[in-house]
């Protein structure tokens, strides 16, 4: 392992998923930390306390999570990337202000480390709660996209990416994470900064005068983002606007132009956006679906059933949000049933027979969280949707 001249980790470490989250950020080009300590996310802002400093960035500790998403989105209007961590109770605190940030199109992350809930719950173990708050915490219409790392390698490299996709579309980025994999330790391989793809976002060519700061050029994704203080006028608001960014709120002509693009900006290119990860469906009569330290729970049942015969694969979804709906609809329509075990009492499955549209049985797998699943229950569960016989633990 080794640290570059300006401050920069590469090699191979031993390193935390909060930790490696953190150092993720540094590579992806961050430079500004606004938040508040809150178990299981506080050695994310720990982190960044430390090492921020010493490659020209700022961290601030404000005075609670509202504060601390509402800087973030300052510092990304100042031209700086920016992010912010946080834990279930400061994640529905920060909700006014992302939709604040999708409306203002203001590229930053925001990672939920989620514990066990509702409320204060269980604020040392883990949970996968918040993942519908996730996609309608906010008021209104609008998309978002949101990650969900399995591995403290993950964390390091989905946060690079949750950097890229918040620059390329110019709009907050969810990176919903875990107790257990943002307090588990494992390898974690941070590459040379030069071999790390990062994405910056793209600024006007037009003169100042000329300039419209939600204008959005035919084939582009989102518009050139000037930054405050370069010569330009900007004119930016939560209220619905017109290209200029002048409120336009006395009647409905500018509401539609401006939603569906916030909204298709994602949804019209989940192609683009959508990661998955797919594990023996070649052959798979059974599929699970799951996502963070569920899937990751879920292998070794995988590994039972097949040794009894059962043909089962794992789809493992990298992005939650967007939802891979044609995905797994062509899947529903391959297998005798799809297992989803998640640390909640039944969220992404609700998505998952949406999508599967009754073509096969949907199995789900709840844990109300404070620990993860029994992999019996899994395994039970797998033998059910194949028509295989339950067997006690």
């Not at 980025?173 to 391989?189: F, I, N, Q, R, Y």
């Amino acid at each position: 392992m080794s640290k570059t001249s300006d401050g920069i980790l590469q090699g191979e470490f031993f390193m935390q998923g909060d930790i490696a989250c953190a150092e993720g950020a540094i590579c992806a080009g961050c430079r500004f930390f606004g938040g508040y300590p809150i178990t299981p996310a506080t050695e994310v802002a720990q982190r960044m306390s430390e090492r921020l400093p010493l490659v020209d960035g700022v961290y601030i500790q404000m005075e609670d999570e509202l504060a601390s998403m509402n800087a973030v989105l300052g510092a990304s209007w100042a031209g700086m990337k920016a992010m912010t961590a946080t834990s279930g109770p400061g994640f529905s605190l920060m909700m006014e202000n992302l939709g604040l940030g999708i409306m203002m199109e203001t590229p930053c992350v925001l990672v939920n480390v989620q514990r066990g809930g509702p409320s204060t719950g269980l604020p040392t173990l883990v949970g996968q709660g918040d993942m519908m708050q996730a996609r309608w915490g906010s008021h209104g219409d609008y998309s978002i996209v949101a990650l969900a790392p399995s591995s403290p390698q993950e964390l390091f490299d989905l946060t690079i990416h949750a950097f890229n996709l918040a620059e390329l579309y110019r709009t907050p980025v969810l990176v919903m994470t875990d107790a257990e994999v943002g307090h588990m330790t494992e390898k974690v391989v941070i590459p040379p900064l030069e071999e790390i793809e990062t994405f910056e976002r793209r600024k006007p060519t037009v003169p100042p005068q000329e300039y419209r700061p939600y204008y959005v050029e035919p084939g582009e994704l989102a518009p050139p983002m000037a930054v405050a203080g370069d010569g330009y006028r900007i004119h930016t608001t939560g209220l619905t606007h017109d290209e200029r960014g002048y409120p336009a709120t006395a009647d409905d002509k500018a509401q539609w132009p401006l939603v569906q693009r916030l909204v298709g900006k994602i949804e019209n290119n989940k192609e683009r956006i959508i990661w998955l990860v797919e594990d023996r469906l070649d052959d798979a009569e059974v599929a699970i679906i799951s996502y963070g330290i569920a899937a990751r729970t879920a292998i070794w049942p995988m590994q039972m059933a097949r040794e009894e015969g059962i043909k089962v694969g794992m789809l493992r979804l990298v992005t939650v949000w967007p939802f891979p709906d044609e995905q797994i609809h062509d899947l529903a329509g391959r297998v005798q049933g799809i297992v989803v075990p998640e640390i909640n009492m039944g969220q992404i499955v609700r998505e998952v027979q949406r999508s599967a549209e009754g073509q096969t049985r949907i199995i789900s797998v709840p844990h109300p969280g404070g620990g993860i699943h029994d992999p019996y229950q899994v395994l039970n569960a797998i033998r059910t949707a194949a028509g295989r016989p339950v067997e006690e633990s």
